[in-house]
């Protein structure tokens, strides 16, 4: 079993392996309700805190985070469910108040 740091070594060569920063053009059809899932596993992801974060989310570089981020954006706006999101988080802060 791989150690932490070994781990960590394994993901950083295979996101430094050539092509890996080539932009790849992808045409998908996705459900809306697809579309609010992944933007909510993305956003989950990315918000977690340091020490929760997987080996490979801990060694993504800043601009890569961002990058994922607009993403995520991007698809909720070509959806048309910016304002279903926004709602639904509404709902799901409001009960974290509560707990």
Same mark, same amino acid.
């Given at each position: 079993m791989l150690t932490t740091n070994e781990l960590a070594k394994v993901y950083d060569t295979i996101l =430094?392996?050539?092509g890996m920063?080539?932009?790849? &053009?992808i045409d998908m059809k996705l459900s809306r309700k697809n579309i609010l899932l992944l933007h909510y596993v993305i956003k989950r992801?990315? =918000?977690? &805190?340091?020490?929760d974060k997987a080996n490979l989310?801990?060694?993504i570089p800043e601009e890569s985070i961002k990058e994922l981020d607009a993403i995520a954006d991007e698809y909720l706006t070509k959806s048309?469910?910016?304002e279903l999101s926004s709602k639904l988080s509404?709902? =799901? =802060?409001?009960?974290s108040? &509560?707990?």
């Amino acid at each position: 079993m791989l150690t932490t740091n070994e781990l960590a070594k394994v993901y950083d060569t295979i996101l =430094s392996a050539p092509g890996m920063t080539e932009a790849v &053009k992808i045409d998908m059809k996705l459900s809306r309700k697809n579309i609010l899932l992944l933007h909510y596993v993305i956003k989950r992801g990315l =918000s977690l &805190k340091d020490d929760d974060k997987a080996n490979l989310l801990g060694g993504i570089p800043e601009e890569s985070i961002k990058e994922l981020d607009a993403i995520a954006d991007e698809y909720l706006t070509k959806s048309g469910l910016n304002e279903l999101s926004s709602k639904l988080s509404g709902l =799901s =802060s409001g009960n974290s108040a &509560k707990a």
